[in-house]
């Protein structure tokens, strides 16, 4: 298959015209299991979510539309202080 | 690392409430299936990377017009393989990666490729997966070096075998 007919090929299924044998074609490729498997440090993996997490929270702006609420401990002490 | 066995659905109906703590776990019990998905699609970091992120933002955007019985895998799944293809489309349009293309993606069309999706995982298959992520390695190391009696008899111990014994018992 050439790259142009794979473009073709992608775009009708993203639009949603595409054939059933086209579509068969392109749901098994994204089906087909990668025997290859990803294999990373747990502490490469640590860093990893952390750093998709951030950049998560970079673009939604969650922690400061919804910050966090304070543990028990840390409303109790505020009553001391 | 503390353990949170809440279900996903009871996580997600707190995503309504904008509970941010709730997202987070979500994030961290799925992020690594979508990124592993992605990167074996797309043998790029950088690209897994954004489809994991865009996946999750496009989630907490869309908390509050989830479904009732949403079911959370199942659209983080289709999500991230819409996301493949038309990170692959737009790789092609850009004709910056003609030969990841042709190297990578149109190989996986080929009839014997696309036949293995059809294709139910065989035992072998996963042993051979946990041997190479080193799950069954210590057993193997071990049972070379000093062999324990359940090591040595445990292949006896099936139905067969089980069967023989109820009978012998029953005769006696």
New interface residues.
Partial sequence: ???EV??KK??R??DGQSMPAEKN???????????????VSDEY?IL??N???A??QA??E??T??P?SKPWWEKVTTFFE | MRRNFTPDQTLVDRLLL?D??A??EL??RH??AL??YS???LKSPDDS?MI??NV??SL??QREHLPVNFSLASWLYAEV??S???C??SK??SMAE?FF??RQ??P??TPK??Y???KP?STS?VI??AR??EILTPVIVNSGSKESWWEKYYHLANIKGLKNMVQTMMNF
């Fill in positions: 298959m050439k790259t794979l473009h992608i775009l299924y993203l074609q392109i749901q098994n490729w994204l089906s087909t299991v990668d025997k290859s498997n990803l294999q993996k990893l979510e750093e998709i997490l950049e998560i673009v939604t969650y922690p539309l919804y966090k | 904008h941010t703590d997202f987070e994030y961290r992020w690594f990124y592993s990167f074996s699609k990377k994991v992120r999750f933002c907490w955007q393989r819409k493949v293809l038309e692959v489309n092609i349009e003609d293309i042709e993606i149109i996986g069309f490729e696309l293995k999706a059809r995982v298959d051979e997966k190479r992520t």
